[in-house]
């Protein structure tokens, strides 16, 4: 199982992105997934959650500016990133409760991360 993550990019301060997520191979059922950014010399920290159900978590930096989604038809996760500012450049991860035929159980997986760059 990889997550394959998507839609990074360079963008001016105030722009848009749009990230999506989406798991690969022999999927039973996805279950929490979520969204989490790495700065330049800091720790991962989270961005933003959302459970099956569409319930959803955000990190207080991006409230207001950010909107996590979710296509349980696709087992997609989306990040609608608005306003962004040089603060949110970072590599973003996308991170799933996932079970798979490989298992058979409710495994975390990360996917390799997708670089956004908010610089004018």
């Known amino acids: 199982v990889q997550l394959q993550a998507s839609g990074g990019g360079l963008v001016q301060p105030g722009g848009s992105l749009r990230l999506s997520c989406t798991p690969s191979?022999?999927?039973?059922?996805?279950?929490?997934m979520g969204w989490y950014r790495q700065a330049p010399g800091k720790q991962r920290d989270l961005v933003a959650t959302i459970t099956r159900g569409g319930s959803t978590n955000y990190a207080d930096s991006v409230k207001g500016r950010f909107t996590i989604s979710r296509d349980n038809a696709k087992n997609t996760v989306y990040l609608q990133m608005n306003s962004l500012k040089f603060e949110d450049t970072a590599v973003y991860y996308c991170?799933?409760?996932?079970?798979?035929?490989?298992?058979?159980?409710?495994?975390?997986?990360w996917g390799k991360g997708t670089l956004v760059t908010v610089s004018s």
């Open positions: 191979g022999s999927i039973i059922s996805v279950n929490d």
């Open positions: 991170n799933a409760d996932l079970i798979s035929t490989m298992t058979f159980q409710n495994v975390n997986y």
